[in-house]
């Protein structure tokens, strides 16, 4: 018995020229392949039907789907219905909305108690959708209010029921993502089980509503439906278990029909659902040269699936522990000022196994595994153990499976470690009842404890931290876990097995063993997506939110956080609210040191250490550092070395306890200290106070003869590390002065390539065998999800090393120099306003010569004899391969033409990427106008292209007319322009523009982007 549902939304129809309203036989004809023993077809409209609400408009809408309902019925016979629930575009603000301005403004307040007469002032802005509305749908509805229809189609004896919600009943012109409001309480009698089949059809996903009743009213809708459908954000998806913020229910968000900035952007959803076995598919279109095809689907979303069951919890939990396992940290706020849960910035972290205790090497180590799989208790074969550092986020991990699983139906209970200090049965049933009490209340003790194990859920916090000596904390652990269908424990990273188990480790062969994986750049990427994403609104285009995405993690980058710092939630947290909110608003004018300082201080707060106090334990880290460096081995002293730093501190600085100097910086987590002695517990730390040492004391005996040393030794990780944290702590201008000055010194003995016909003429001849680009459709959302897996298989380090080499190789000066480029763009953008113009020009031109030196010294082994270097490097391959001399030579041409074509594109891009700055760009067209070579114009072109800005067509019209037939030019030109289309929104005829553009020179073999063996540059913005 099958029903099929069109899913169509914001259509945005405004007059007679859109182009949707002649789409409509391409619309119907997607559906034909879906019609084959269809009962039933549900036309389901979530929204924006008009662009401002207007009368006209909905005229047009009542034309345009009855030219669908004719296209369809071309077709086939089957039933059609058709439903639409209203978007923000469907209410008219045309006349004086002051009034219900000041009344909107005072229901956050009461979002339990609104009445209706408020109501209806409210929906007065939608009077136009409404009577389109029936218009549609001439039978009566099942149910009525203003906020909530529920239509009925019988179909063989099986009941569906649609619900169509009024989600933007209060919306406004420029709405915030998080002002909306649903008083879901007053509909809260509606049961699923009401009927065989429930599609919930609103505008708004749930991200759109504030903290108020979010969580409550997520948590009815997705136990009510079996489906529940969205729009607004223009973009489609579908979600099932996996959301883990949907509960058990199917979560379809559908992409923009009709997109009145981009005539070619259109799209909408089909849905089959075979009512009889329960099973459904979800296929989302999008348009492509006037049809629209099938996208294509991981395997598991192409078949048919079951729909989710779900169970609306009857045991509900206490407001007191619903906070807590909501609340992402009293710290943490956003600068939007909108309310933060933990389930709005949480992404769960991957896991490795350790189940499995032999070696693995890379081609063995199997795939990471999504610690959602904890979300569904039941399906878990054994109990599991999960293993992680101080800051992996163990804690908030439980209480996202708590959550999840509560709203599943399951009933979980989270005990601490630290909290099991018996082993008695007596004992353990208060620990339990306790925790009963805490997180069900009182009165549903009982029921908790009478309840099936197969619904019963323990989480074991910090199991590490139990007080119980070994024997007897096994005892404990198979005691609660015995009544439970599934037990899931959390440990630090230090804990082993082994040093409890004794003789009974038959005891946890029934746990899965894993450990938390540090956020890798997938995970990093979608925690700063969810992070940025709070607080945007409409007015805001997928352009400029990708653009502060960008800029949030070349903060990241700049900053080395992922080298220096735990690679885990809170840091990357901490540096963006440090820079969105706390320590300077102007990241012109703002350092990296503000954001560590951030760290510090977040650290001696946990340590216990006051306000008034901080300053003092920061100048001792301060001097501690350098003495580490001056004294330690690997950057680690004796306890006898300790002992001796606070002695000399106390008589040169401040009289200093050591023993409570220790205790509170163990506290902090800024030092680790053990038998073997002290150390800085993260590079971050010891590098915020080294570099802060330094810049106060870079007339101190040792300090600038290290300074000296660091510049020299970019390519070593201390110096380089060193560098930019004495950097900015200076200040000044003395810092940059040495950066600048080491640029000068790599690869001096050659010439900066100017990339003239004349100048690479051997380069240009390889560059010219490199296989053409040819574009493919991408979303950059997808784009940059694959680079960023790709970057995480690879496990790219930072490039640096451990020590200096008594001769420096050519990578190691290729490390050197990039890292001087990178440093000294950082500080260009990040302290603008402490360096003199003339300074500032300087550096920018030496970057950009710096650049084209590097490039010099790549092409120099191709620019003498190049014939005789193919002809060896062809016999190789011949060799090594079953290819003829022809063969191996065109695999030769090609391979060396594709390097050759990235060496001179990456380099570009280094320059350009570091010198993003807006502030910068002055300065930039000053160095090239002083020196227009067609390199430095390449490096001003991919500054331009590092922002979602129009294509700067003119520019590059004007140098393609120039050098059309200079591979040396047109090869990295090309990958600029198309690296920019991936990673942001292009405008159709710009997009045009450029494939017509760069559909020229080259072999006539095309590589089609992005693919595995494309250009490496695409994936390596700036690195």
Not at 54 to 61: H, T, V
Not at 291 to 314: F, M
Not at 974 to 987: G, I, K, P
Not at 989 to 1002: I, M, Q, T
Request: aromatic share 8%; with cysteine.
């Amino acid at each position: 018995m099958s029903v099929i549902v069109l899913h169509l939304t914001d259509i945005h129809i405004k007059e007679k020229s859109d182009h949707i309203l002649n789409r409509t036989p391409s619309i119907s004809a997607a559906l034909n392949s879906h019609l084959r023993g269809a009962e039933q077809i549900i036309i389901i409209v979530t929204g924006d039907i008009s662009q401002s609400g207007q009368k006209n408009e909905y005229a047009l809408a009542e034309k345009f789907f009855g030219e669908l309902v004719k296209e369809i019925r071309q077709q086939t016979e089957t039933p059609i219905a058709i439903f639409a629930s209203p978007g923000n575009h469907d209410c008219d603000f045309s006349g004086d909305q002051e009034a219900r301005t000041i009344l909107l403004a005072t229901l956050q307040k009461r979002a339990n108690e609104i009445p209706d007469s408020i109501i209806s002032i409210a929906t007065g802005v939608q009077v136009n959708f409404f009577s389109f509305k029936n218009s549609l749908q001439p039978s009566a509805p099942r149910f009525t209010h203003p906020l909530w229809h529920t239509h009925e189609l019988d179909i063989n004896g099986k009941k569906i029921f649609i619900d169509l919600l009024n989600a933007s009943w209060m919306s406004t012109i420029h709405e915030k993502q998080g002002g909306l409001i649903f008083p879901y309480e007053k509909f809260k009698d509606f049961r699923s089980t009401d009927c065989d089949l429930r599609v919930v059809a609103l505008h708004h996903p749930f991200n759109w509503y504030g903290q108020v009743n979010y969580h409550k009213f997520r948590s009815f809708i997705t136990a009510l439906g079996d489906i529940v459908l969205t729009g607004h954000e223009h973009e489609s998806g579908a979600r099932l278990t996996d959301d883990v913020d949907s509960g058990e229910c199917a979560f379809i968000e559908g992409a923009v029909l009709q997109a009145r900035e981009n005539a070619e952007r259109s799209g909408f959803n089909i849905i089959e659902i075979d009512i009889s076995t329960h099973r459904f598919r979800y296929t989302p279109y999008s348009l492509s040269d006037s049809v629209y095809e099938a996208s294509a689907l991981q395997p598991e979303w192409s078949l048919l699936r079951a729909l989710p069951k779900r169970a609306l919890p009857d045991l509900a939990l206490t407001e007191k522990f619903r906070e807590v396992i909501t609340d992402p940290g009293a710290s943490l706020a956003h600068p939007s000022g909108i309310g933060v849960s933990l389930s709005d910035i949480y992404v769960f972290p991957d896991l490795d196994s350790r189940t499995d205790k032999r070696e693995k090497t890379v081609a063995n180590r199997p795939l990471k595994l999504s610690s959602k799989l904890l979300l569904d208790a039941k399906k878990l074969q054994k109990n599991v153990l999960l293993t992680g550092t101080e800051a992996s986020g163990k804690t908030c991990l439980l209480y996202r499976i708590f959550e999840v699983c509560h709203s599943n139906g399951l009933l979980p209970l989270l005990i601490k470690g630290k909290d099991i200090r018996k082993k008695s049965t007596s004992e353990l049933q208060k620990t339990e009842n306790t925790a009963i009490i805490e997180q069900y209340g009182a009165a549903n003790l009982t029921k908790i404890q009478q309840s099936s194990k197969e619904l019963k859920l323990l989480l074991i916090d910090d199991f590490d931290l139990c007080p119980l000596n070994d024997e007897a904390r096994v005892e404990a652990l198979t005691a609660l876990s015995s009544t439970y269908g599934r037990t899931i424990v959390t440990v630090g990273e230090n804990f082993e097995l082994a040093e409890f188990l004794g003789g009974v480790s038959q005891t946890f062969s029934e746990f899965d063993q894993y450990q938390i994986s540090p956020f890798g750049y997938e995970r990093r990427g979608e925690l700063v997506r969810r992070w940025m994403s709070i607080g945007s609104d409409e007015t805001q285009s997928p352009n400029q939110l990708l653009k502060l995405i960008d800029d949030a993690e070349s903060l990241i980058e700049n900053a080395q956080l992922q080298h220096v710092a735990p690679a885990v939630p809170i840091y990357v947290l901490s540096l963006l609210q440090a820079a969105a909110a706390g320590m300077s608003k102007d990241l012109h004018n703002s350092s990296f040191a503000h954001y560590y300082y951030f760290l510090v201080v977040g650290a001696l707060t946990k340590g216990g250490v006051k306000a008034d106090g901080i300053a003092a334990y920061i100048a001792a880290c301060t001097h501690l550092s350098w003495f580490i460096k001056t004294k330690g081995l690997n950057h680690h002293i004796s306890r006898s070395e300790f002992t001796e730093f606070v002695r000399i501190y106390s008589d040169e600085w401040t009289e200093t306890d050591p023993v409570e100097l220790e205790k509170v910086l163990v506290a902090s987590r800024l030092i680790d200290s053990d038998s073997d002695g002290i150390s800085f517990t993260y590079p971050y730390s010891y590098y915020y106070f080294l570099g802060r040492y330094a810049s106060i004391s870079l007339e101190r005996p040792g300090v600038r003869e290290y300074l000296k040393y660091c510049v020299e030794n970019l390519y070593v990780r201390e110096c380089a590390n060193t560098l930019l944290f004495l950097a900015h702590h200076s200040g000044n201008s003395e810092v940059l002065d040495h950066i600048i000055s080491a640029l000068k010194d790599y690869f001096q003995h050659r010439n900066p390539v100017t990339l003239a016909r004349e100048d690479a003429q051997a380069v240009g001849r390889l560059i010219a065998y490199a296989p053409q680009f040819k574009h493919r459709t991408q979303k950059p959302s997808e784009y940059r999800k694959e680079i960023a897996q790709r970057k995480d298989r690879e496990e790219h380090g930072d490039g640096l090393v451990d020590q200096p080499s008594t001769k420096k190789s050519l990578f190691e000066n290729m490390v050197g120099l990039t890292k001087s480029i990178e440093i000294a763009g950082a500080l260009l953008t990040h302290q603008y306003s402490n360096y003199p113009k003339a300074i500032k020009v300087d550096a920018v031109s030496q970057i950009f010569t710096g650049a084209m030196r590097a490039v010099r010294e790549f092409y120099s082994f191709f620019d003498e004899d190049s014939e005789e270097l193919i002809r060896s490097i062809s016999l190789k391959i011949k060799r090594t391969a079953a290819v003829s001399d022809d063969q191996a030579e065109q695999m030769t041409r090609l391979s060396i033409g594709m390097l050759l074509r990235a060496i001179g594109a990456g380099f570009i891009n280094v320059a350009g990427s570091h010198l993003r700055s807006d502030a910068l760009i002055g300065h930039v067209e000053e160095v090239v106008k002083a020196n227009p070579t067609q390199a430095f114009k390449l490096i001003r072109i991919a500054q331009k292209l590092q922002s979602p800005q129009r294509l700067p067509r003119l520019e590059i019209n004007r140098l393609v007319k120039d050098e059309k037939d200079n591979p040396c030019v047109m090869g990295p030109l090309q990958l600029l322009v198309f690296q920019r289309m991936y990673m942001y929104e292009t405008e159709y005829d710009d997009r045009d523009w450029a494939s017509s553009v760069f559909e020229l020179g080259g072999a006539k073999t095309h590589v089609h982007g992005p693919a595995r063996h494309r250009d490496r540059f695409l994936s390596n913005r700036g690195s």
